[in-house]
T-cell receptor, first 119, second 114 residues
Framework: AQKVTQAQTEISVVEKEDVTLDCVYE???????LFWYKQPPSGELVFLIR??????QNEISGRYSWNFQKSTSSFNFTITASQVVDSAVYFC????????????????FGKGTLLTVNP | KAGVTQTPRYLIKTRGQQVTLSCSPISGHRSVSWYQQTPGQGLQFLFEYFSETQRNKGNFPGRFSGRQFSNSRSEMNVSTLELGDSALYLC?????????????FGSGTRLTVV
């Protein structure tokens, strides 16, 4: 069975601090996808990044960066120079891949990390 | 292009009643998934439809059902509502093809059962 663990329930930082959100996953699949979503108070889940299990290249996008390490089954997310607008719940998610050419059809989510950025 | 549209945005129902929620995916997307979000259980997968067929189902009782129409719009139905069904119900759309892409979520329907 797949499992995603976000050990940090809540994190509070002061604006301009860097913050890293941790994600550890479990899966028996050799092919899988990892995602990060952001959920502001409005409720909508906003897609941030997708990474497949064959691509361990880490990525930086503006103030966001991701660190994917298959050896430790971790997919951590860092916000540099945090801003008040970054305050939200952040979810890490794992997706199966069906068959040899299937599409992802189910996301397993972690419990989420509530990030509060104080001015 | 328009995003994922869920209606209604809020709903209050009484125990024992049934409810139908609607989701219109992004134009051209053929896969629609439903998720339930509660404070205790978090985000849980309900089911996924692709081209009017249910491809996968989560671990929910038979009171939870869904369907997808030929235009890819989807509805989910919950019968004999229980207090524990109070939740945010999120719909997500995806192209559903061979290439694995992420899902785009709607703003959700917040259901309150009293």
């Amino acid at each position: 069975a797949q499992k995603v663990t976000q050990a940090q329930t809540e994190i509070s930082v002061v604006e301009k601090e860097d913050v890293t959100l941790d994600c550890v996953y479990e899966t028996r699949d050799t092919t899988y996808y990892l995602f990060w979503y952001k959920q502001p108070p409005s409720g909508e889940l906003v897609f941030l990044i997708r990474r497949n299990s064959f691509d361990e290249q880490n990525e930086i996008s503006g103030r966001y960066s991701w660190n994917f390490q298959k050896s430790t089954s971790s997919f951590n997310f860092t916000i540099t120079a945090s801003q008040v607008v970054d305050s939200a719940v952040y979810f890490c998610a794992l997706s199966e891949v069906r068959g040899s050419g299937g599409s992802n059809y189910k996301l397993t989510f972690g419990k989420g990390t509530l990030l509060t950025v104080n001015p | 292009k328009a995003g994922v549209t869920q209606t209604p945005r809020y709903l209050i129902k009484t125990r024992g009643q049934q409810v139908t929620l609607s989701c219109s995916p992004i134009s051209g997307h053929r896969s629609v998934s439903w998720y339930q979000q509660t404070p205790g259980q978090g985000l849980q997968f309900l089911f996924e439809y692709f081209s009017e067929t249910q491809r996968n189902k989560g671990n929910f009782p038979g009171r939870f059902s869904g369907r997808q129409f030929s235009n890819s719009r989807s509805e989910m139905n919950v019968s004999t509502l229980e207090l524990g069904d109070s939740a945010l119900y999120l719909c997500a759309s995806s192209p559903g093809g061979v290439e694995v892409v992420g899902y785009t979520f709607g703003s959700g329907t917040r259901l309150t059962v009293v």
